[in-house]
């Protein structure tokens, strides 16, 4: 019977042996010691630094931050909250800050950053609804006013987020941007357009009680003057409460022109019906400053004055919008030319 020599095996494998480092000798001791010590001052340093970045004494260390820190500490209700509760909530959103800081150190010193800092409430866009709603509720019944309904958990249920409309919650009155807690806010999205992402009716937001008239539209001089000059600035406010076609059921004409208009209709138009154009454009001159090169207010009215404009730059002028034969009305026949005949 054949047996295993289990003793010639053994002696055959060969088992390797473990060797420990050799602390025998003075300087091998150390190296612990101080890599211990050294990985014990870098994370102090480290965590020194995150927390020292994380301050507003740090935000202020860059002049053009001091309006953004003023307003934070002055005025805002948020002063008592540190600044990484909304800008960089979670260990995730603390380490994105700190690697943005590189960025930004760069923008400081090469002068490239935006003037005002932050001039479009991009940052707050960035601020996750979690950090709104550690303090915050929106199954609160209470409205800012008596004039407006606000139901803040239709808007998140619709996945907007707080910052959309409380873009200056932490600096409210820094100079230079635009607090979305208005009706212009409002306005980006409520709208009678079919395409509005939020219905634009007044009782949306308002209760039967509110006037629905704003104080601007009381004045004696919003009818005349002062509608136009705000719609000629921006026409956008106008737009949730009148839609296009109101302006022109007043004003006979589109509003504001299109640039077709400017450039070939209108003189047609104000020929047919001058008193369309004479709604807005009640100065005398007010042609004249266009189509009249050469018109001196100071003389006069332009028909009687108008053969001094001839002699002093010629005629050139005059043929752009009137025949060769126009001026053979007046100056051979010794009448006034048909309406239709005045413009080209």
Known sequence: MFRFNFRDIKSRIRIPRLRLPNFGGPSRRLRIPIAGAALV??????????????????????????????????????????????????????????AGLIVEIYRHFTGSYEKPVNASSKLSNKINNDSCLRCHTPKRVVTPKKTLLMNHNIHIE???????????????TSPGYKDFISMDGCFRCHSLLKKAMAPGRCDACHPKSFDLIPVTHKTKTWPILDHSKTAKQDSTPCMPCHL?????????????????????????????????????????????????????????????????????????????????????????????????????
């Open 244 to 344: 296009k076609t109101f302006c022109r059921g007043c004003h006979g004409v589109e509003i504001p022109h299109p640039e077709k208009f400017v450039k070939s209709e209108h003189g047609s138009i104000g020929n047919k019906n001058p008193k369309v154009c004479q709604k807005c454009h009640r100065q005398k001159d007010f042609c004249n400053t266009c189509h009249h090169e050469g018109y001196d207010e100071s003389m006069g009215d332009w028909i009687p004055t108008h053969k001094h404009a001839v002699a002093t730059v010629g005629p050139a002028n005059c043929f752009r919008c009137h025949g060769p034969t126009f001026c053979a009305f007046c100056h051979v026949r010794g009448e006034l030319p048909p309406r239709r005949e005045r413009p080209r």
């Open 41 to 98: 001052v870098v994370l102090l340093v480290v965590g020194y630094g995150f927390r020292y970045t994380s301050q507003p004494q740090f935000c202020a260390i860059c002049h053009e931050m001091k309006p953004a820190i003023d307003s934070w500490q002055k005025t805002s209700l948020h002063a008592e909250v540190d600044c990484n509760t909304c800008h960089a909530s979670g260990p995730l959103g603390r380490v994105r800050q700190k």
């Open 158 to 172: 619709k996945g907007i987020a707080c910052t959309y409309c409380h873009n200056r919650a932490g600096h409210p």
